[in-house]
Structure formats: C-alpha cells, structure tokens
C-alpha cells in the first residue's frame, strides 16, 4: 500500500524482520520497554526509561 498525504517526519527506519517501513520520532518519556512491528509483530527495538522511539507504519512490504 503506498503512502498517501503528506510525508512522514522524522527518520525512515525498515522491520529488520519482515522489512515494513515506518517514520520514527523520538519522545523523552517512555511508555514501554520494546516496540513490535504491527506487520510481523517481531521486535524491532528495545526502547530504554530516556528515549521513546514512535513508530508510524508508512509501507507494508508486498509479501505481507
């Protein structure tokens, strides 16, 4: 599925598992210790109690 609308912010970032494409954002508060991939629900990252890594889905692969 494309990406429609405006791009993203912040820095492009691919699933190492199954290749989706997500924007990422950075926030000084953190709500949870890893992030999982909404495709292929593999961790992605594990997050720490500075830094919380946003996640926006923008491409899914085509094998998925």
Avoid at 12 to 33: E, I, M, N, Q
Wanted: net charge positive.
């Amino acid at each position: 599925m494309p990406l429609t609308g405006p791009p993203p912010e912040g820095r492009t970032f691919f699933c190492p598992h199954c290749g989706a494409l997500y924007s990422v954002t950075h926030s000084r508060l953190s709500k949870s210790d890893t992030e999982k991939c909404v495709v292929c629900q593999q961790i992605m990252d594990k997050g720490d109690s500075v830094k919380l890594s946003i996640y926006k889905l923008t491409h899914r692969p085509e094998d998925a």
